[in-house]
């Protein structure tokens, strides 16, 4: 069954923590993102990943840091930097034009 | 910079009566335009797309969209809303050719009451 996984659904963080979010896809895309999406502000992009080992910023990547060590996986560390950090956080993937698919999403709140 | 912007932030319809939601961007270049939906409780998934040709584009569950090019407009359609089109919308254009980043309109929280 090809998607994209999150994990952990819900995480909690006190202040001064930084936390790790998980994403994986089994859909063989290139590309890769990281959104974080607030009510009523719609999808920010954080970070994107257009190949493996590659990766550039988004409108919203201070606080935050990935990687692209493998074409299937794309963690977002959410640093004690990042000054609001309590959000929806989504992952999504796509071939290099094409539709974005997303993951289910995890919910962080920072304690 | 692009932007993307839907007027409706929330609309309360009863079933069987039509939707209009509206959406326009500001980009100068040629765009690929894009309409998601989130269900309450799942994943953000793809209603409809706009990248050439046809500028009335048909997408999943009756749904339908116009690319007015010169009005920098993509409003979604749908005739007659059932209650289970019960979600948030939201609007995305992305730059045709270079990387393919997403940029979203803050959304559209849609009620439909039985």
């Known amino acids: 069954d090809g998607g994209i996984t999150q994990s952990p659904k819900y995480l909690f963080r006190k202040e001064g923590q930084n936390v790790t979010l998980s994403c994986e896809q089994n859909?063989?895309?290139?590309?890769m993102y990281w959104y974080r999406q607030d009510p009523g502000q719609g999808l920010r992009l954080i970070y994107y990943?257009?190949?493996?080992?590659?990766?550039q910023k988004g409108d919203i990547a201070e606080g935050y840091s990935v990687s692209r060590e493998k074409k299937e996986s794309f963690p977002l560390t959410v640093t004690s930097a990042q000054k609001n950090p309590t959000a929806f956080y989504l992952c999504?993937?796509?071939?290099?034009?094409?539709?974005?698919?997303f993951g289910p999403g995890t919910r962080l709140t920072v304690l | 910079a692009q932007s993307v912007s839907q007027h409706n932030h929330h609309v309360i319809l009863s079933e069987a009566a039509s939707l209009e939601l509206g959406c326009n961007y500001s980009?100068?270049?040629?765009?690929?335009l894009f309409w998601y939906v989130q269900y309450p409780g799942q994943h953000l998934q793809l209603l409809l797309k706009?990248?050439?040709?046809?500028?009335l584009v048909k997408g999943i569950k009756g749904f339908e969209a116009e690319f007015i090019k010169s009005k920098f407009s993509f409003n979604l359609r749908k005739p007659s809303v059932q209650w289970s089109d019960t979600a948030e919308y939201f609007c995305?254009?992305?730059?045709?050719?270079?990387?393919?980043?997403?940029?979203f309109g803050a959304g559209t929280r849609l009620a439909v009451h039985p």
């Open positions: 706009y990248f050439s040709g046809d500028p």
């Open positions: 990943s257009q190949i493996v080992n590659d990766f």
């Open positions: 980009y100068g270049g040629t765009v690929n």
């Open positions: 999504a993937s796509s071939i290099s034009q094409g539709e974005q698919f």
């Open positions: 859909l063989n895309h290139d590309a």
């Open positions: 995305a254009v992305s730059s045709s050719g270079g990387y393919n980043k997403l940029i």
